[in-house]
């Protein structure tokens, strides 16, 4: 019998997940099922323990169960707990493990598109759920300062002080000052076609550009925008979303999937659609 995991949220029919570590499994030699978990409001424990009770082994979790999933599990990563969220159940012997691996597979994709963080003065436009889970970890890298930014400067004062780093601080668009050589978009401007109110002045002294969202295309209209200013280094979050997925069947099974060759299998997938 092929061992069980799924993703759980709503909506969920849209989810590459299943595409993801199905090609994951079948590139290691290794038998799953990975399925896709409609979870209606308020019903996020009944879904979970009906899972459990079936036979599965863990679960992905995403928009808008991530808090759900933290209170529902016995013990805690320190990157679920420094989250606030989880993003990846373990069923084990000792219980029901969370962890999240957003932070991880963000910083990873950095590292694989070799982005120069030592030193580096980062902008951050969002400070909703998908800033905070990346915003520790880059405070963790060797990035020199953190400059967060929304469109209401009090949530992003919220964000930089959950963190207490003397290398953070908040903004709002209409007072943001300086130079950042590296630019990432968590806000979920991209996914709604706009762009977030940010001077083009900034974007263009920029080295790297990041937006969390993905598309078909390899390109949202953040980046689409950094490259019309002369950004070359602009990228979409399709790697992301690959790296904390192999960060997950990690956890899992204990073996790493070959992101490589996911994202490549993945782009082609994409542009087929």
Sequence with gaps: MSDKYAVFGNPIAHSLSPLIHTFFANTLNEDIEY?????EDGGFVKAAEAFKASGGKGFNVTAPCKIDAFNFVDKLSEAAKTAGAVNTVKFTSDGVLGDNTDGVGFISDLKRLQVKLKGADVLLIGAGGAAQGILYPLVKSEAAKITVVNRTASKALSLAQKVN???VEAKGFDSLCGDFSV???ASSSSLFKEL???DDSFIKKAEFVYDLAYTKEGSTVFTQKAQSL???S???GLGMLIMQAAASYEIWRGVRPDVEATITYMRSVLSSR
């Design 35 to 39: 399925g896709r978990v409609l979870v």
């Design 165 to 167: 780093s003397d290398k």
């Design 183 to 185: 630019i990432i978009n």
């Design 196 to 198: 977030p109110p940010l």
């Design 230 to 232: 002369g950004v070359s």
């Design 234 to 236: 602009a990228f979409d």
